[in-house]
């Protein structure tokens, strides 16, 4: 069932965040290109795949776009790779950005995040190194 407030928060923060963006089919899949696009176009593409069943948490496709898009945004603004150390690290930076603006509500969100960025990429098995 979508988090409504979740799904607020997300389209807030892209926009503050990332300004503008669009979806593809044909959207970046490794880091490499995505920080070619964006830094190279000033585009930020982000995947058109969006399924209710693959991502509960999101109401409707604009929603989950705004969430790839700002997600994507954090890759290139802080390097993180496509891999589970980097995820993890952008599962981190997702935490910090929701609680400067929505408070200890974020807290409730932590599952959303590792469920679309960790278990949605490397399984339910998945865990996150320690950071730092």
Aim: contains cysteine; charged residues 20%; proline residues 7%.
């Amino acid at each position: 069932m979508p988090d409504v407030a979740f799904c607020q928060a997300c389209l807030t923060l892209a926009q503050r965040c990332v300004g503008t963006w669009e979806t593809s089919p044909d959207a970046p899949d490794d880091f490499d290109t995505l920080v070619q696009t964006y830094l190279g176009t000033g585009r930020m593409v982000v995947t058109d795949r969006w399924s209710p069943e693959d991502h509960p948490a999101f109401d409707g496709p604009e929603t989950y776009a705004a969430f790839r898009a700002w997600h994507d945004w954090l890759h290139v603004t802080y390097r993180g790779a496509f891999d589970l150390t980097g995820e993890c690290q952008m599962v981190a930076l997702h935490e910090l950005q929701l609680k400067a603006f929505v408070g200890p509500k974020a807290d409730e969100w932590s599952d959303i995040l590792r469920y679309e960025l960790i278990e949605n990429n490397f399984g339910a098995k998945a865990t996150c190194p320690p950071l730092g």
